[in-house]
Nanobody, 126 residues
Framework: QVQLVESGGGLVQPGGSLRLSCAAS????????IGWFRQAPGKEREGVSC????????NYANSKKGRFTISRDNAKNTVYLQMNSLKPEDTAVYYC???????????????????WGQGTQVTVSS
């Protein structure tokens, strides 16, 4: 059974950090581009970051550049999102997604991704 499972969310104070994990099972991530997305209440799902299957190219939404870092460990079949300097507006449910791709670039377009995790809640509040 193909599955993505996010973990690492929680409550953090403004300025704090969290590292989200996305573990894949039922398939290997080696040939999959990975995206991180988030959705706040009453808002549309938006792209946060993505990484190509090779890991050689990444992309970030403008407001996340310099604060968020995507990485992958194919040996563990896991992708990570390190989030630093968190702000209240980062509060959302965060999702990872995967699509088989050998493209040299990745895209933060939800409709391009085939597999999705269930999401993990991130709340930034004092």
């Amino acid at each position: 059974q193909v599955q993505l499972v996010e973990s690492g969310g929680g409550l953090v104070q403004p300025g704090g950090s969290l590292r989200l994990s996305c573990a894949a099972s039922g398939f290997t991530l080696d040939y999959y581009a990975i995206g991180w997305f988030r959705q706040a209440p009453g808002k549309e799902r938006e792209g946060v970051s993505c990484m190509t299957s090779s890991g050689s190219s990444t992309n970030y939404a403008n407001s996340k550049k310099g604060r968020f870092t995507i990485s992958r460990d194919n040996a563990k079949n896991t992708v990570y999102l390190q989030m630093n300097s968190l702000k209240p507006e980062d509060t959302a449910v965060y999702y990872c997604a995967a699509v088989i791709s050998v493209r040299a670039m990745c895209f933060m377009i939800p409709g391009m991704y085939d597999y999705w995790g269930q999401g993990t809640q991130v709340t930034v509040s004092s």
